[in-house]
């Protein structure tokens, strides 16, 4: 909301000039006393800089032994504006209540009480170049930790991936060799195949509910341009710390001229999957994320206009997202669904599929589906924990976050490990003869998404202040649409990578296949 305090450039205000004047009744006393008992502070934005000034402070009163006897509240009536300046930019601002100007609330029974605010400014010229001006907002001991933590958290990565990679290189080679040793007899061959070999007939069988397996991955492609893009113009300077009106209106623009994304991979692939209802898949793709998000916004602008919140949108705005959403989100993924029908090609598959599907046995404990999906989750949540808590002490603390390549980093970080996790859970899960990897690959990637949320239980019982009904109902709103997005986006990355892994170990295959026939061929004729 715009504050009532009118600063001009390099014009000072020496004298004290009236905001307003108003009458406290008993209601309103007992409310700033509560806000003095528990710290609150007024945040004010002046060009883009972040200040903070307390509503008022706690005087302990003491008997001349020293015992506490009582409490005195003070509500800070006056504030004073120093603003610093170089050239034509506005470099610091500091904002300093005044305890000279300071009225007694202490007893509810005095209501009404008649309060005055003032302000004043003060302009002063600084030698501090416009490019330094948000320093003072870094914490040199956090940087350090930042870096510290996603150096480390990098190292890690490459040790794991590459772990992985040497650990499925050798299990896939010694396969191989298997496999090339084996008999000339290929029916006797087949017989004593085992693992992922086993199973080549039905890899490739195409999930159950393909109109919304394919939905999910129109949704997650759309969302990872958006993060992609959102984080690419954070590192180049797009976006201030505390401008976040820009940062949400960047996020939404982007929404809705992405959707022609999602309709085309949706589209795609139903397409490769052999499906046929296409208007129930266009609908999915609309509606899988957007339908909670317009659900969740409207409950959260309701309990904020019943608290009388400045969050409650205007109707006008409420009006403009919902006409975007209608006259862009809406043709653009229709018409990005009717391209991807039409230009996608025949889903490919290295081996055939048999007609039946293949009976799956029984697996342990660990190797089924929500042993797998705990540790897939586990892993990437690991590599970003630290650099989450900081993102969360920024947008639901007072913290203001400015390290925009590292965060790009940590989320690079992310994919990698969501991939390489992915592929190698994937492999086990083909090694004891599961052939249904796909959907399962899909949860194993997005399953981070499912820690982020768990996450925020305990940042909010343990890390925040946060408490009451409005309080509550947003924070884990705006958390499960967060978590759900990047459940979707990773579960997608994950999918895709398990996919290139399954096509390669196959087509490997299908080539070892077609070579020992020839062998075969030619001793015959030998």
């Known amino acids: 909301m715009k504050a009532p305090y009118s600063v001009w450039f390099m014009e000072d205000i020496q004298d004290v000039k009236e905001v307003c004047a108003v009458t406290l009744a008993k209601k309103h006393i007992k409310k700033f006393r509560d806000a003095i008992d528990d710290d ?32 005195r509240y003070w509500l800070f009536t006056h504030l004073d504006f120093s603003l610093s300046f170089n050239n034509k930019h506005v470099i610091e601002v500091v904002v300093m209540a005044d305890p000279n100007y300071r009225t007694d609330v202490s007893d509810p029974n005095a209501a009404p009480i008649e309060v005055r605010f003032t302000y004043s400014v003060h302009w002063a010229s600084t030698s501090t170049p416009y490019s330094k001006r948000m320093e003072k907002y870094q914490d040199t001991q956090h940087f350090e930790i930042h870096w510290l933590s996603i150096i480390n958290s990098f190292v890690l990565v490459i040790l794991l991936t590459g772990f992985l990679a040497a650990i499925l290189l050798r299990v896939l080679r010694n396969d191989f060799q298997r496999y090339t040793k084996a008999g000339p007899d290929e029916e006797e061959m087949e017989e004593e195949e085992t693992g992922w070999k086993l199973i080549h007939g039905d890899v490739f069988r195409f999930p159950v509910h393909p109109s919304v397996f394919t939905a999910v991955l129109g949704n997650g492609i759309q969302l990872f341009t958006i993060i992609f893009c959102l984080l690419g113009m954070a590192v180049i300077g797009f976006f201030y710390p505390y401008n976040r009106g820009v940062f949400y209106t960047a996020s939404v623009s982007l929404y809705a001229l992405t959707a022609g994304i999602a309709g085309y991979v949706a589209g795609a692939w139903y397409k490769k999957l052999g499906g046929v209802h296409w208007a129930w898949n266009v609908l999915l793709t609309l509606a899988l994320y957007a339908g909670p998000f317009l659900l969740l916004g409207a409950f959260l602008n309701t309990v904020a206009v019943f608290y009388h919140a400045t969050q409650a949108l205007p109707f006008g705005t409420i009006m403009l997202i919902t006409s975007t959403w209608l006259l862009v989100t809406f043709p653009l993924t229709v018409l990005g669904a009717i391209a991807g029908k039409n230009i996608a090609a025949p889903f490919e598959a290295p081996v055939r599929t048999k007609p039946h599907p293949r009976e799956v046995p029984l ?72 052939h249904r990897w796909w959907w399962r690959s899909f949860f194993c990637g997005g399953s981070t998404g499912l820690f982020i949320y768990a996450y925020s239980f305990f940042f909010y019982f343990e890390r925040s202040d946060m408490f009451g009904f409005m309080q509550v109902t947003r924070f884990f709103a705006v958390m499960f649409l967060v978590s759900y997005a990047f459940f979707l986006m990773l579960g997608t990355v994950g999918f895709f990578s398990s996919l290139f892994f399954v096509r390669a170990i196959y087509r490997a295959l299908k080539l070892d296949q077609l070579s020992r026939r020839r062998e075969n061929v030619l001793g015959c004729l030998r």
């Open 40 to 71: 609150y502070y007024v945040q004010f934005l002046v060009d883009d800089l972040p200040v903070w000034a307390f509503v008022g402070e706690r005087e302990l009163l003491k008997d001349p032994e020293g015992k506490e006897t009582g409490k």
């Open 363 to 434: 697996a342990p404990w660990y190797r089924k589906g929500s042993a797998q999906i705990f540790m897939a989750g586990f892993l990437p949540f690991s590599a970003i924990y630290i650099e989450l808590h900081y993102i969360f002490a920024a947008v639901w603390g007072h913290r203001v976050y400015t390290l925009y390549a590292i965060l790009f980093l940590a989320f690079i970080m992310l994919l990698i490990v969501t991939g390489f996790i992915t592929i190698a859970l994937t492999y086990f899960q083909l090694a004891v003869e599961d």
